[in-house]
C-alpha cells in the first residue's frame, strides 16, 4: 500500500489545503476522518473526487482531487481509526479539527474536563469520541504492533499548535494511558505549522457551478482562493509527501509567520466580522468596500505589524490581504468567521494588545474590534462558541467589560488588568 495520511477533520479546509499539497506532491494517499458529519466519510466512500473551485478575482477554476482515497465517521465508533493508527502505511497523521475541537485549557495546557467530549473520553479511553482520545487510543495499538515512527501535525489556527499538542497529549495519556508516554517520545514529533488559504463554506452558487460543469451533484465541492501557503517545522518522524516541491516552506522556526497570520490576517478577520456584522454587511469584501470600516480594518494590521519580527515584510503582507480580503468572487460571511469567538480573540487580539502596551504602542484599533465583539454578543440572536451563554451573559452587564474578564475558560484576559486597555475598550463600546 502507498505510504498513507491518516487526516482528522474532512471539513472544507482540509480539502482544500493538504490534500492540495498532498496531491501534488504525488506517491502518498489520504484516508479522512469525519469528526462529527457521517455523510462526508460516507461521500468519499462513495466517490472518491471532489471538485476544487477556485475563485481569482477574474473568474473561477474547477480541478478534480483524487487523493482522499477512504472516509472514517468517528460518530460511528472509534475502533477503525485506531486500527489504521497501528498499520506501518500511515506514517503521518495531520488534522484540521478547528481550535474547539481539542478539548484543551488553555490556562494549564491539559485536558479541559468541562470540555464535553474530552470528559467523555477521559472517563471512557478504551471507546473515545474525541481527537485525543482516539489519537491515544490509536497510538497505545501502533505500539502494540510495533508499526513504527509517526509524524503528527496540527494544522489549526493555535499558536504553538504542534507544542501545544503535544503537551496535551501528554498530559491526557498520563491520566489515561500512563505507560505510552515513553514510547511517544522516543516514537513520535509533533512540528509546528502556519497553514493559510481562505476557505470559506461552499456556497449553493459554486454547488450550482460544479453541477453545471461537471454534470454531477458533489457534496464535497470547495471553493477557495488562489493564493495558498504551509510553513511546516522541520521536525519528522519519518517519510513526510514532499510537500516543499509544490510549495510547502519547511523551516527551523514556525513562530514568526505564525503570529503574523493569526495577528494580522486572523486578528483582522475577527475585527471585520464583528463590525460587519454590526453594520449589516454579509460578506468579508462588503466591509473592505466599506469607507468607515475598511480603515479600522487596516489599524487591526498595521498595530499588530508592530507586535512581530522587523526581518519579516509586514507592509507587503498588509497588501496582499487587503487584496485577498477584497476578492469580489469569494463569498466569506462574516457570520462564519464571527463564530467560536471565545477561542480566537485570544490570540488574535489580546496577545497583539499585551505587546503593544509595555511599548506604548496604539491599541485603539484592537480596542475597537474587542468592542464591536462585546456589542455583537450582547445583540446577536443564536451564537455558535462554546462558551457562548456566559459570553452574552457578561457582554449584557452594565459593565461588560469587567464581566468578561470573569467568564470562566476565557484565555487571555489578563490584559484587561492594565488600565489603558480597560479604558480604550470603554471608549469604544
Ligand atoms: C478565519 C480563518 O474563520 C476564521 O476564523 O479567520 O478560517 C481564515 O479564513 C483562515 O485561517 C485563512 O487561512
Not at 501535525?153 to 503537551?167: A, F, K, M, Y
Request: proline share 7%; glycine share 6%.
Amino acid at each position: 500500500m502507498k505510504p498513507t495520511i491518516l487526516h482528522f477533520g474532512l471539513g472544507a479546509f482540509h480539502r482544500a489545503h493538504q490534500a492540495v499539497y498532498t496531491e501534488d506532491a504525488g506517491g502518498w494517499r489520504i484516508e479522512a476522518v469525519s469528526m462529527r458529519d457521517p455523510s462526508l466519510a460516507d461521500a468519499i466512500e462513495t466517490h472518491p473526487s471532489y471538485t476544487l473551485v477556485t475563485r481569482a478575482p477574474d473568474g473561477p477554476t474547477l480541478r478534480q482531487i483524487d487523493v482522499i482515497e477512504r472516509g472514517h465517521a468517528l460518530s460511528r465508533g472509534a475502533a477503525p481509526i485506531v486500527e489504521r493508527l497501528a498499520d506501518p502505511a500511515v506514517q503521518v497523521v495531520t488534522i484540521t479539527v478547528t481550535e474547539k475541537g481539542y478539548g484543551l485549557d488553555r490556562a494549564t495546557g491539559g485536558p479541559d474536563h468541562t470540555h464535553p467530549t474530552m470528559a467523555h473520553d477521559l472517563a471512557t479511553p478504551e471507546a473515545p469520541r474525541g481527537l485525543i482520545g482516539t489519537l491515544l487510543l490509536g497510538l497505545a495499538a501502533r505500539k502494540a504492533a510495533d508499526a513504527g515512527p509517526l509524524t503528527i501535525i496540527s494544522c489549526d489556527n493555535l499558536p504553538d499548535n504542534g507544542r501545544v499538542l503535544e503537551r496535551l497529549i501528554h498530559l491526557t495519556a498520563a491520566r489515561a494511558h500512563p505507560d505510552l508516554r515513553a514510547w511517544i517520545t522516543q516514537t513520535c514529533t509533533f512540528p509546528n505549522t502556519m497553514v493559510d488559504r481562505i476557505t470559506p463554506a461552499t456556497s449553493d452558487a459554486t454547488l450550482e457551478l460544479v453541477r453545471t460543469e461537471t454534470g454531477r451533484t458533489d457534496p464535497l465541492a470547495v471553493e477557495t482562493e488562489p493564493f495558498t501557503q504551509w510553513v511546516i517545522e522541520d521536525r519528522f518522524a519519518g517519510p513526510i509527501p514532499d510537500w516543499q516541491a509544490v510549495g510547502a516552506e519547511v523551516v527551523a522556526e514556525v513562530a514568526p509567520y505564525e503570529m503574523m497570520k493569526l495577528r494580522m490576517l486572523n486578528g483582522a478577520h475577527s475585527a471585520i466580522a464583528y463590525m460587519g456584522a454590526l453594520a449589516g454587511h454579509a460578506y468579508v469584501r462588503d466591509v473592505m468596500a466599506d469607507r468607515a470600516l475598511m480603515p479600522r480594518v487596516r489599524a487591526v494590521m498595521d498595530a499588530a505589524a508592530r507586535t512581530l519580527p522587523a526581518t519579516l515584510d509586514t507592509s507587503a503582507y498588509a497588501r496582499a490581504l487587503i487584496d485577498r480580503f477584497a476578492n469580489p468572487t469569494i463569498d466569506h460571511r462574516c457570520l462564519q468567521i464571527a463564530m467560536d469567538g471565545s477561542q480566537k480573540m485570544p490570540q488574535r487580539i489580546f496577545a497583539p494588545v499585551r505587546d503593544l502596551l509595555p511599548v506604548g504602542g496604539d491599541v485603539t484599533a484592537h480596542a475597537q474590534a474587542t468592542a464591536a465583539w462585546l456589542r455583537y454578543l450582547r445583540t446577536a440572536e443564536g451564537i455558535s462558541d462554546p462558551l457562548a451563554d456566559a459570553l452574552q451573559d457578561a457582554a449584557r452587564q452594565d459593565d461588560p467589560v469587567s464581566a468578561l474578564v470573569q467568564v470562566p475558560g476565557l484565555d487571555g484576559t489578563d490584559v484587561f488588568a492594565d488600565a489603558r486597555w480597560k479604558k480604550a475598550v470603554r471608549q469604544a463600546l
